[in-house]
């Protein structure tokens, strides 16, 4: 079933690119029509689909667009990215060392000994001052190393904390088993 006004500026565009000898007559500049009569050809299409309803129920109808009245980011394709594939290690340096960056307390205090917890920050640090000295462009690094001596100290404080809250706690009891027997719920 094909709509009027599409035929109609099928028709023109046809007899434009037929007649071609009219746009020197006219004094228009070739393909000036042309470009024309296909934008309204497009428009046409557009307005028939919507007319067919080949725009219903798209996805995100009636919903806000993203985005919209807050701040410019110009790394905003990286971080949408990102975020909704759910990748981790991709990405400028500046923003890696950012996110390791919040993360590291949390990270430290997985470690038991204070060695390993020297190696990491040792190894942030020198990621950190890397990323500044690099030319390959990308956002400013704007993370700041970290004092190892301090950031120690601060590991054994956190460290003796958990241990005493872990020490002040009641023993869990146990529930003994009986062999043999099954277990009832």
Known sequence: MSDPRE?????????????????????????IAAATDRAAFIETAIQVAIRRGDFDDLPGAGKPLEGLGTHHDPDWWIRRKIETENLTGLGPPAILLRTEDRELDAQLDLLGRESDVRDVLVDFNRRVVEARRQLQGGPPVVTSTRDIDAEVTAWRERRAARLAA????????????????????
Not at 18 to 25: I, L, P, R, T
Not at 172 to 180: A, N
Request: aromatic share 4%; hydrophobic share 20%.
């Open 7 to 31: 035929a109609a500026a099928r028709y023109r565009a046809r007899q434009q690119s037929d007649g071609s000898e009219d746009d020197a007559e006219s004094g228009e500049a070739p393909g």
């Open 166 to 185: 872990r020490a002040a706690e009641p023993p869990e009891q146990r529930r003994r088993r009986r062999f043999g027997l099954g277990r009832r719920d």
